[in-house]
């Protein structure tokens, strides 16, 4: 099969709310804080319709179907997801592949935010306004004043955050978007907002980047960059532009995660319809693909190991 459409993991955390159960159609019960569109991770595959899971399928026809570029990683590299903040999720950090490797036994972990709506006053916090010593940052955490030297950052839609490993950071309450990371699911949690769940400070204080970073300062043409994903944007309003193709090469396999709109996404022979919350995982050497209609998507790929290539 040259288009395999997938069937998310829905994570139903304390904080999230029913917007991808009634707007993107998720299969969840009374709430769903994430759902994984992409997934090979144990801790939420996602699965074909057949019920079987990606990994399996993968495993079941060979790696050959991930492209040459996945060949450099011991396991899949990309997780993707959605994201229905209804509170405010714990102010945390993710660490280095190296430190991970060695204090988890998996990854690290660098993603990418690109907001599909929010409340007019919800914000995003990613890095300091200012640098910061390490003897301030625990006083901060210990008075619970941390947030006021975060980097606020007004969450509208359409907007692109890439946050690498070491960056504080957290998603305000009524924020919804889409996050393309490392397969790994190692997060620190520095303040919780008195949820009473477990806190990682000393491992936060390892590995946090005390400076402030321009989390905005990605490439053209692409949306996102690094050593994992190189993410674009397909938009087709079904009027003037209805139409989008491309082909997939045997470097690289392509992730296809719609966002809005309606129509068909053809492969190799097959064409299947798309709506709003649809993910496809096009098949390294399938070749020529088209979209049809009106579209809102991300497309994932997997760089060549060194990104500074692109």
């Not at 139903?12 to 769903?32: A, Q, S, T």
């Not at 998996?106 to 919800?122: F, I, N």
């Not at 068909?264 to 709003?276: D, F, P, Q, V």
């Amino acid at each position: 099969m040259a288009i395999l459409k997938l069937k998310p993991a829905c994570k139903e955390y304390v904080w999230g709310g029913r917007r991808l159960i009634d707007e993107f159609g998720i299969d969840g019960d009374k709430i769903c804080a994430e759902a994984w569109m992409l997934s090979c991770h144990p801790d939420g595959a996602s699965t074909l319709e057949s019920g079987e899971t990606l990994a399996d399928y993968i495993k079941r026809n060979g790696a050959e179907i991930l492209g040459t570029n996945c060949q450099a990683f011991d396991d899949f590299p990309v997780l993707i997801k959605l994201i229905d903040a209804r509170e405010n999720l714990s102010v945390q950090v993710h660490p280095s592949d190296d430190y991970a490797r060695l204090h988890e036994g998996q990854r690290g972990k660098s993603e990418m935010w690109y907001v599909l709506d929010s409340d007019a006053d919800a914000v995003l916090y990613c890095g300091f306004k200012r640098e910061i010593s390490r003897d301030e940052f625990v006083a901060r955490i210990k008075d619970n004043s941390l947030i006021e030297v975060l980097n606020a950052v007004p969450a509208k839609r359409g907007e692109i955050i890439f946050i690498p490993a070491g960056t504080i950071h957290a998603l305000g309450k009524g924020v919804m978007l889409a996050e393309i990371q490392e397969s790994s699911n190692v997060t620190y949690r520095i303040f919780d907002y008195g949820r009473n769940r477990p806190l990682h400070i000393d491992k936060a204080l390892d590995v946090t980047n005390l400076k402030p970073l321009n989390a905005r300062d990605f490439g053209y043409p692409h949306v996102a960059v690094s050593d994992y994903f190189v993410v674009d944007k397909l938009d087709l309003d079904g009027e003037i532009l209805s139409e989008a193709d491309g082909s997939v090469d045997a470097e690289t396999f392509l992730s296809v995660l719609i966002l809005g709109g309606e129509g068909t996404i053809s492969s190799g022979g097959e064409a299947l319809t798309y709506r709003k919350g649809d993910s496809f995982f096009l098949t390294a050497g399938s070749g020529a693909w088209k979209v049809c209609g009106s579209c809102d998507a991300l497309l994932t790929t997997v760089p060549a190991r060194h990104a500074e290539n692109f």
